[in-house]
Every structure is written in C-alpha cells, then in structure tokens.
Nanobody
C-alpha cells in the first residue's frame, strides 16, 4: 500500500511560482508511474501532468505547457510539480496519483484519473489577480 502526501501549496499572486511535492511512504515509488491532477471549485478534476517511472517520459495538459514542469527523484520517493507564471485559473486543489499499470499508463499517457490506484489528499493552490 502506497501513501501519498502532497505539500507546497499556498497563496500567490498572478505571475508567481510554487513547487508542489508528492512524498510517498509505505512502498518505494521506483516502479510507479505518476500524475498530477487538479480540481477547481465547482469543476471536475482534470489532468495536469504525468511522468513515467524513470522520469524519461512526461506529458502535460495544453493549458500548462511551458509553465509547469513535472519531475521526480526516486531515491527520495518524491515527485514534484514546478509551477511558474501562475494564473488565477490555476487555482484549485492539486492531487498526485500513482499506478503500477504500465500498459494503461502509456496508452493514455497518464492522463486518465481512472487508471491510478493511489491518491493523495491534495494541496490547495490559490492564485490572486
């Protein structure tokens, strides 16, 4: 059983930056493919970014390309999301997720939340205008 805990959220102004972390416990993350999702108030949860087990493959939602960077450091059992040039529409709760299912992850590029088996509780990101 993998437990995921997000941190690093907060309140920033438009144009600011944050780095979210997703720390795992209970099992090494080395073999897991992972993703970041977010949910704005009144909206469904949506895909933000994903990264394969080695960090060699990453995918992004169109609305975050060139602003966000997903990375991971397996020796620390942690995945990161660096967010630059934040906009008010980036406000929401950010969740990390993990799965061992390689074929479905690669087939969907990790963009579908139903393929993930483990989820964190989320961290709030608020961007003021």
């Amino acid at each position: 059983q993998v437990q995921l805990v997000e941190s690093g959220g907060g309140l920033v102004q438009t144009g600011g930056s944050l780095r979210l972390s997703c720390a795992a416990s209970g099992h090494t993350l080395t073999a897991y493919h992972m993703g970041w999702f977010r949910q704005a108030p009144g909206s469904e949860r949506e895909f933000v970014a994903s990264i394969n087990w080695s960090g060699g493959a990453t995918y992004y939602a169109d609305f975050v390309k060139d602003r966000f960077t997903v990375s991971r450091y397996n020796p620390d059992n942690t995945m990161y999301l660096r967010m630059n040039n934040l906009l008010p529409e980036d406000t929401g709760v950010y969740y990390c997720a993990a799965t061992l299912s390689g074929p479905t992850w690669y087939n969907t590029q990790g963009t579908k939340e139903e393929i993930y088996d483990y989820w964190g509780q989320g961290t709030q990101v608020s961007v003021s205008s």
